[in-house]
């Protein structure tokens, strides 16, 4: 049959690295192509590799038709939730996953609740018999989907990641450079490095990916020791204050005494973020 490759929708998940590539090839040259493509009309969802594969060495394969999409969001939480499931993805890859299910779902959601209300007369969640089936209405109208997205907890467990994972995964997400994106996916880095490193300008990321896997390194500790030093200053300062108050009355000389050592104290702290500052404009932070 005539099988339609569209390479927006190939390019959806991450593509294999050569070396995988390379290990799937010659799986399939050994042991032929034992898992069927699976197709949406004549267009191919998934088994892009091996589809390749097999067409550049005439090796046989099987398809198969599948009956849950009804839309192309379909086919990708379907695809999204396939690669989710798959232990050879990394903790990157399944937190990055994990935020595009949670806006498809939530623009479905949005899209339902649009269409709901311009047509009052929109039959019942029981009455859709086309629906998909991340369309199974609940009692609130909401995708049962969606919903299990909902809250930090559900995004984590669906990526099988931490909070404060997912927390890390967001922030690179929204801040990294694309050179940091692709050191973290590729394991130059870890996922805390790459979010100590997002912190920095574009124009300072670029420079440290660029440089190579020690400066990202050297660049994420920079990062983390100008914040340290600032907590540390401010803990020291609180540990002080209340050393000098214990035992002092609440009136008279003692107390203005308190508070002349209260002011210098955080006069001190204010000199030393100054101090931190001047030295990260120096290394170019």
């Not at 070396?19 to 898992?35: F, I, K, P, T």
């Not at 090796?59 to 050879?88: A, C, E, N, Y």
């Not at 124009?203 to 390194?217: C, M, R, S, T, Y």
Request: glycine share 4%; hydrophobic share 40%; with cysteine.
């Amino acid at each position: 049959m005539n099988i339609t490759v569209n390479e927006d929708l190939k390019a959806y998940i991450d593509p294999l690295t050569s070396e995988e590539y390379e290990s799937l090839e010659r799986s399939v040259l050994n042991e032929g192509c034992r898992d069927a493509l699976v197709l949406w009309g004549n267009l191919l969802v998934d088994g892009h590799n091996r589809y390749a594969i097999c067409q550049a060495h005439g090796l046989p394969f099987q398809t198969v038709q599948s009956t849950l999409f009804k839309t192309i969001d379909d086919v990708h939480l379907w695809m999204i939730d396939q690669h989710l499931g798959r232990r050879s993805v990394s903790d990157f890859q399944r937190g990055v996953l994990a935020l595009r299910k949670r806006q498809l779902v939530a623009e479905r959601a949005a899209r339902m609740h649009a269409l709901q209300s311009q047509d009052a007369s929109a039959p019942d969640a029981n009455d859709q018999v086309d629906a998909s089936p991340w369309e199974e209405a609940t009692s609130s109208n909401v995708p049962v989907v969606a919903q299990s997205l909902s809250s930090r907890d559900d995004l984590a467990k669906a990526a099988r990641l931490s909070n404060s994972q997912m927390l890390l995964i967001e922030k690179i997400q929204k801040q990294a450079a694309p050179e940091v994106v692709a050191a973290v996916k590729s394991g130059v880095i870890s996922i805390n490095a790459a979010a100590a490193v997002s912190s920095l300008s574009t124009e300072d990321q670029v420079a440290a990916a660029a440089a190579g896997k020690e400066e990202l390194k050297q660049a994420a500790k920079r990062v983390r020791d100008a914040k340290r030093k600032p907590r540390e200053a401010a803990s020291e300062l609180a540990e002080q204050v209340t050393a000098d108050s214990e035992g002092v009355d609440s009136t008279g000389d003692e107390l203005q005494t308190l508070r002349k050592r209260v002011a210098t104290l955080e006069a001190e702290n204010a000199s030393l973020r100054k101090q931190v500052l001047t030295l990260l404009e120096k290394r170019g932070l």
